[in-house]
């Protein structure tokens, strides 16, 4: 009889956990959308009753996996404003990148946590520290673009990529929605790069 | 004894709705907000138990408020457009025209209204048909401008007069909030200026 010490249960856990989180976001991106928990059991590779085990309502999974994307999401993000050194472009690689985790289905965790009732405390702690965390690297690329009143115009540009999900959400394909959301935001970035 | 006409009883009927409607639309300039229902009779001139024998609730006041103001909200909007030909001119014109409207309190009765549970109902009879007639004079300007694909521009400079209100509740002045969505939203409109 094999021994089971506690670090091997702990272990295995971990990797049930690390299963059923992969499982989850390959099938939010291949579906843009979360599906059931027992579709996700069954790509991890467990019974559907297993899955409730490691997470006892689909309100923590979801928890969980927008927890566990959220530094990856961040990175994408930063990633991609490093490849330029303006503050224009980084900004626009900042609304870029956005659209494209949402287009890839990366937010629908989110999406569908949003949607579920009694979120508030999570939201609380978590949701709305994490999108102020993201409007971080805007604030401080408006301000060194020179514009005089960087959050506010970052809770504006904010807006328009919320906006440009929204489409996302309808349906428009990914490459129109950032066309229109380029469209719409450099005018207002290159104004001020004039003025350097 | 006078002679009560039907046509009498429904004359003073409509001057007491009237009354109430003036009272409610003068303290929601007054206060940036619709106050309860005691207050409203007492400026309509009316004892407290009065106005329910014509708003059985603060629902339907809220319903009837908004429906009133209405057509003098498109007729200061497309006013302040008429003043000016040049689409960009006539965009920013409209844009400041709605700030303005919010900050004088005029969309109070639109903001408690919307806080109300239950009102799906109205919001899909009413609310979003309005905001959606609201949209029109925007896209029509968008499109002499020139811009390709104006539905979804106007979505978007929407959104961006939707951030603008959001900063009044904060109570951010209106003149700096109309500078804000100025300078964010003028770049754009005149880089299509340019093309023409």
């Known amino acids: 009889m ?4 506690a670090a091997t249960v702990a272990q295995h856990r ?7 989180l992969d499982a989850s976001i390959e099938l939010m991106r291949e579906d843009g959308a979360l599906p059931g928990m027992g579709r996700i059991a069954s790509r991890a590779g467990l019974a559907r009753s297993s899955i409730y085990q490691y ?4 309100r923590e999974l979801l928890i969980a996996i927008t927890e566990d994307m959220t530094p990856r999401w961040l990175a994408r993000v930063t990633g ?3 490849r330029h050194t303006a503050p224009a472009e980084r900004i626009l690689a900042y609304l870029e990148a956005n659209v494209e985790l949402v287009a890839s ?33 805007l604030v401080h690329e408006l ?15 904010n807006a328009q990529l ?4 929204g489409l996302l959400a309808q349906g428009l394909p990914a490459a129109r929605v950032w066309e229109l959301l380029r469209s719409i935001t450099e005018p207002f970035l290159r104004s001020h790069e004039e003025r350097d």
Chains 1, 2 share one sequence.
């Open 2 to 5: 094999p021994k089971i010490s």
């Open 14 to 20: 971990d990797e049930q956990i690390r299963a059923i």
């Open 55 to 58: 997470f006892p309502s689909r």
């Open 80 to 82: 991609s404003m490093d």
């Open 105 to 137: 289905g990366d937010h629908a965790a989110g999406d569908a946590l949003a949607a579920e009732p009694g979120i508030q405390e999570f939201v609380q702690n978590h949701a709305q520290a994490l999108h102020e965390r993201l409007l971080e690297p």
């Open 143 to 157: 301000e060194r673009l020179g514009v005089d009143d960087a959050e506010h115009y970052a809770v504006f540009l």
């Open 162 to 165: 919320h906006t440009a999900t």
